[in-house]
C-alpha cells in the first residue's frame, strides 16, 4: 500500500523560530511536493521537487525553502516562522508521466502548524 | 497562469440525494481535470479525473462531466451515504505536468441522515 508519512501531525512554535517539516514515501516516486492548506483558499503549491537536489519554486514559496538529500524525503523549512504561516502542510508524492500523462498525487495526512 | 474556481464551497443534502460541485477553469490549454477527496484528518485521495478527449466519465456513483466550450467541469454524486461527506477540491492542468496542477478552493458536502 502506498504511503506518505508526514512526521508531525501538529506543531506549535513561536516567531522567529526554524522548523522542519518532514515528509518520507515509500514508492519510489520522482515528484515530491509541499502545499499549503487555508480555509477557502484550496491547496497552494510551496515547492515541488522532480529529483534529488532538484527543486522548483511553486506559487507561494516566500518564506520558505526545502531539501531532497534522499530520493524518499523531502524537507519543508521555515528560517523564520511567522504568524502567518500558521496552516496545515501538506506533502505528497507522484510519479514522472509522460507527455500524455499526470501522475496522481498520493498526499500524507498533514502537518498542523500553530506559530505564537 | 491557470485559475480555477469551485462552487459552492458547503453544500449539505439528504441522505440519497444528489450533490452536484462545479468547477471552471481559464487556461484552454488545461486538458486534465482530476477531483480530490478529503476526508477528516486525512490527506486528499483522487477519486476520479476526466482528459478533454472524453465529455463524461462514471466509476459507480460518482461522475464527471467536461464541457471544453464554456470550461466547467462538474463533479456529480448520486445515491449520497453518511461516508460521501468530505472536502472535494477539483484541479485543472496540462497532462504531462504535475507541478502545474491548480486546485479549486474546496466544498465541504455534508450527507444529513
Not at chain 1, 532538484?54 to 538529500?69: A, C, F, L, N, T
Not at chain 1, 502542510?89 to 502537518?111: D, N, P, W
Not at chain 2, 497562469?1 to 453544500?11: A, C, I, M, R, W
Not at chain 2, 477531483?35 to 464527471?64: C, F, H, M, T
Amino acid at each position: 500500500d502506498v504511503k506518505v508519512t508526514q512526521s508531525s501531525r501538529y506543531l506549535v512554535k513561536r516567531t522567529g523560530e526554524k522548523v522542519f517539516l518532514e515528509c518520507v514515501q515509500d514508492m519510489d516516486h520522482e515528484n515530491m511536493f509541499w502545499y499549503r492548506q487555508d480555509p477557502g483558499l484550496g491547496l497552494r503549491l510551496i515547492y515541488f521537487s522532480y529529483d534529488v537536489k532538484m527543486k522548483e519554486k511553486g506559487d507561494i514559496p516566500e518564506g520558505y525553502s526545502v531539501s531532497r538529500e534522499k530520493k524518499e524525503r523531502f524537507s519543508l523549512i521555515l528560517e523564520s516562522a511567522s504568524t502567518n504561516q500558521t496552516s496545515m502542510y501538506l506533502c505528497a508524492s507522484s510519479l514522472v508521466g509522460g507527455a500524455s500523462y499526470t501522475g496522481e498525487l498520493f498526499f500524507g495526512e498533514g502537518s498542523r502548524l500553530t506559530v505564537l | 497562469g491557470e485559475n480555477v474556481e469551485q462552487h459552492p464551497s458547503t453544500l449539505s443534502v439528504q441522505e440519497g440525494d444528489s450533490a452536484v460541485i462545479k468547477c471552471t477553469y481559464s487556461d484552454s490549454a488545461s486538458n486534465y481535470f482530476p477531483w480530490y477527496k478529503q476526508e477528516l484528518g486525512k490527506g486528499p485521495q483522487l477519486i476520479i479525473d476526466i482528459r478533454s478527449n472524453v465529455g463524461e466519465k462514471k466509476d459507480q456513483r460518482i461522475a464527471v462531466t467536461l464541457n471544453k466550450t464554456a470550461k466547467h467541469f462538474s463533479l456529480h454524486i448520486t445515491e449520497t451515504q453518511p461516508e460521501d461527506s468530505a472536502v472535494y477540491f477539483c484541479a485543472a492542468s496540462r497532462a504531462g505536468s504535475a507541478r502545474q496542477l491548480t486546485f479549486g478552493s474546496g466544498t465541504q458536502l455534508t450527507v444529513l441522515p
